[in-house]
């Protein structure tokens, strides 16, 4: 049975709902792909609509299968697919509503960013007029108003991501479908995205985001989808299950010129079972509490007078999200 997290974490928002009522953006009903005797999708149901929607796995989970047979590019082997509640596969027409970034694709890269986003929409029946005004409309939006006439071979690899999303966009989609739009970004980059993504979930369009990494994920939405082994292994909000991991074991690592004094100083909190000294400089702190010793961690440091350089919790990430997840499943 598939967990469902349907707490809603603090400060979150109820998702738009879609244009037509009762009907979700995306459904999957029993969907299976496999590749001769690989599985690259396994028995996978949900439907999504409304808000943006982080769809985590490591690789190879079946992420880009799942977004593939969404936008057409494969056809499920087994199971039925609605986009708007129609059966893309007899009737393109939702496709329409569609805009969709890849993990990798190659590019024109003699073509300026104006002239590649314009000639998208140009294809998509807009004038030549109304294509570059378009264009300049979603580049702007996208943060790229300086280098429009830029050869996108001389883009940054974060810039050149951008330009995807804004080509995605250019059709006023519905539904927008980003493959890891953050991998191998800079930091500034990232954010930029992260913000775009943010933005189009409160316009109300429907948007799907996938990544391996947790805390990406984390910072762009409270709504996940998890993948795992080509199954759905959960789905719902993510601050329920943050809710469910502080229970379990974790480790809070805190680099300190005077480890074992700090090290004294949390023994008698009533969440640490435990303390470590791994590596000269370095405390592990021991806790099946990770939320009432990060409460408590700032006094704590403050009050013994300490000085500390990183505080890392090496535990939170998706391996361990999955690891929580999946114990004592087959």
Known sequence: MIPHFDQVGEGQQTPPQNTVPNVPAVMLDHVSKWYGQVIGLNDVSLAISGGVTGILGMNGAGKSTLLKII???????????????TDPFKNPAPYHRVGYVSESEKMYDWMTGLDFVATLARLHGMTRDEARERAMHV??????TDVVNKELGKYSKGMRQRVKI?????????LIILDEPLQGCDPLARTTIMNVVRELGAMGKTVLVTSHILSEIERITEQIVILHNSRLLALGNLHAIRELLDTIPHRILIRTDNPRKLGNAFLPHEAVYGIRFPNPGELIIETNNLSAVHADLPAIVVASGIPITAIENPDDNLESLLGYLTEGRA
């Not at 580049?139 to 790229?144: D, H, K, Q, T, Y």
């Not at 804004?166 to 519905?174: G, I, K, Q």
């Open 71 to 85: 936008v057409g590019r494969l056809s499920p082997s087994s199971g039925q697919i609605r986009l708007f509640g």
């Open 139 to 144: 580049l702007n939006f996208v943060g790229l």
């Open 166 to 174: 804004a080509h995605a966009l250019v059709n006023d989609p519905d």
